[in-house]
Each structure stands twice: as C-alpha cells, then as structure tokens.
C-alpha cells in the first residue's frame, strides 16, 4: 500500500506514520517547511515539503495514493481571536479535500482517513455518547468545537456530493511517549514526571486515549472503516488527578498533594479571559478552555471495536509511557550539558 500522511510531524500523525514504516508500507510523509520533524526523522519515507494551501506539493503527495491519513489540526482552544482555528480546521482542509477529489487523485484513493474530534459528538452529563449524537446548535460550543464540527460536516459533504471515500475518526485526548511538539495534555503530564505540579484541578474528567492506540484506529479505518461513518476513539473516562497520580507514581516522584475546587478553577479561567481581553494576548487557561474540560460525558466506542476490531491497551500504559518518555528526555538533556 502506497500512503500518505498529511501532518506527519505532529504528535498522532508521527505515530501512523512509525506504524505504516513498521507494517511495510510505502508511506510518503508530508510536513511544513521549518517544521520539527524529530518523531520521524529516523525513518524511511519519501518526504514532501508543503503545507495544506499548497496544490502543487498536495497534489504530488496524493497522486498515487491508496490512503490518505490527514492530520492536521489547530488545537488551540484558548485563542483569543478564533479566526486561524477555521482557517486551518475548516477552510484548509476544505482546500486538501478539492485537490483529493481530482480525477487523477481519486482514481485511485482507496481511503480518505480524517483526524476528527469526540469533541465533534453530541455529550451531555447523565449519559454516553455514541456517533449517533451530533452537535446541532453551534452557538452553545466554543469556537473550537465550531471549528471541529464544521471540518467533520465538510468531509461527510465531500462524500455525498463528490464521492469521496473517507471516515472520520473521533479521537480524545491522547497520552504516550513521543510527544516532541510537548501538547497541553502532555505538559501536564511532563510537571508530573518532573514533580513541578503545585496543585491538580479537581472536577476535570476527559475522555482518553493511548497515542499508539489511536493511530493504530486510524490505520484499521483504512482497511475496515465504512466510507461515510464516524468512529469513536477513546478508552475511557479519567480525571486530572488520576493522570497525575499515574504519571508521578511512574516518574518515581511524589504526586501533587493539593487540588482547588472547581469553582476557584472557573474564577481562574475568568481572570485568565479578562487578562486577555486586557492585554490583547491568549491565555490557556480561559473560560472556553475550560469549557472544554466541562464539556464532558462517557462516550461509547464499541463501533470501532466492533467493526475496526480495535483493541487499545489500558489508558494506564500510554501514561506511564509519556511519564517515562518526559524523564528520558531530560536525563538525556543533563548528560549533552554534562559531557558539552
């Protein structure tokens, strides 16, 4: 199979890449110019240099292709200004769906595998989630969340008008090792391991996922995946403060000893969101990031069990492995300073 990952620098598509190389497959690996390419710079792909408004380098990347594993995303919840979350999440990928759809391209694409969000399904507190539930009123999520579904609805318009063959793929948040880009989810687990945390948040539960396991989803949607269908991708429900217990507990360090209640942390997140108004800058911790941390309810994978025959590992792993990996990094940071 000859298949392209589009993003394969970033954190999920650098480990569907590693899989696709260790499965035997021709894979073509397309990333920005500048980009840190370290998750995959040991192995053997055709690189493509170029991002998601460049047809030329889209269309050399995709011509020939069986499967295309588009994973790019703009995560930034927290923007003050939300205007590059739709650049990027609807209208970029709105441009690598029209290069896909060419004659030439699609003649011989096989499968169009899409990076989507659980964040994209329908949850609410008091009941589980399947892909069945979606998200009708978009003026009740946050501009992220808008920005998720609105790329989701695009890919499913792009299979009923122009035939093309894709499946979306509803991941959570993901834990593990290799995390070169350090994403918000994996900083918190990096404070851990370093034992840096002065306090956890509680009443923050997420839905989660193990990296590998998620990109080993991706792969099977390829081969099994029903064109047109949604699948979730999550192992279960977990808290803040169990990330954080696993990770230290992992790390050899002892976990955090306090935690605020989730009313100081809403306090917090309006502060967070008046500073940014104030000073014109973004802010991590808003009342919309938190939003998204709020915004959560069990969500039902057994389609992708059942169909995909997917089996993720124990979240736990993929934590421990992150802890492992953060402390590796740095041990391997004081032996350069030491021997330099």
Request: with cysteine; glycine share 10%.
């Given at each position: 199979m000859t298949a392209l990952v589009i993003g394969a620098n970033g954190y999920l598509g650098s480990h569907v890449t590693r899989q696709l190389v260790a499965d035997g497959h021709d894979v073509r690996a397309m990333v920005r110019a500048g980009a840190k390419t370290v998750g995959i710079d040991d192995l053997d792909v055709t690189r493509i240099v170029?991002?998601?408004?460049?047809?030329?380098?889209?269309h050399e990347a995709m011509l020939g292709c069986d499967v295309v594993y588009y994973c790019v995303v703009d995560t930034r919840g927290w923007l003050r200004d939300p205007a590059p979350l739709f650049r990027t999440n609807v209208e970029g990928t709105r441009n690598v769906l029209e290069v896909a759809c060419r004659d030439d391209v699609a003649a011989g694409l096989r499968r169009f595998v899409f990076?989507?969000?659980?964040?994209?399904?329908?949850r609410r507190r008091g009941r589980v989630a399947t892909e069945e539930d979606?998200?009708?009123?978009?003026?009740?999520?946050?501009?992220y969340v808008?920005?998720?579904?609105?790329?989701?609805?695009?890919?499913?318009?792009?299979?009923?008008?122009?035939?093309?063959?894709?499946?979306?793929?509803?991941?959570?948040t993901t834990?593990?090792?290799?995390?070169?880009?350090?994403?918000p989810?994996?900083?918190i687990i990096a404070g851990a391991a370093f034992g840096k945390l002065p306090f956890v948040m509680s009443g923050v539960e997420l839905e989660a996922v193990g990296i590998d396991d998620a990109a080993t989803a991706l792969i099977l949607a390829a081969e099994r995946g029903r064109v047109g269908e949604r699948y979730l991708i999550s192992d279960r429900m977990i808290s803040n403060a169990d990330v954080v217990r696993i990770a230290a507990e992992a790390a050899g360090v002892p976990p955090p000893t306090r935690s605020i209640p989730l009313a100081l942390a809403w306090a917090m997140a309006v502060l967070g969101s008046v500073k940014a108004r104030v000073t014109g800058t973004d802010q991590?911790?808003?009342?919309?990031?938190?939003?998204?941390?709020?915004?959560?309810?069990?969500?039902?994978?057994s389609?992708?069990?059942r169909e995909l025959g997917w089996q993720p590992r124990p979240l736990e792993e993929s934590i421990r492995e992150a802890a492992r990996f953060w402390v590796g990094l740095r041990e391997a940071k004081k032996r350069s300073t030491q021997t330099g």
């Open positions: 170029g991002d998601i408004w460049d047809d030329d380098a889209l990076t989507s969000s659980y964040a994209t399904v329908g979606v998200i009708d009123r978009l003026g009740r999520v946050t501009p808008q920005s998720r579904v609105r790329a989701e609805n695009l890919v499913m318009q792009y299979v009923r008008d122009r035939g093309l063959p894709a499946v979306a793929m509803c991941v959570s834990y593990g090792a290799g995390d070169w880009g350090r994403t989810h994996g900083a991590r911790l808003s009342v919309d990031s938190l939003r998204l941390m709020r915004a959560e309810a069990p969500v039902d994978c389609k992708a069990k």
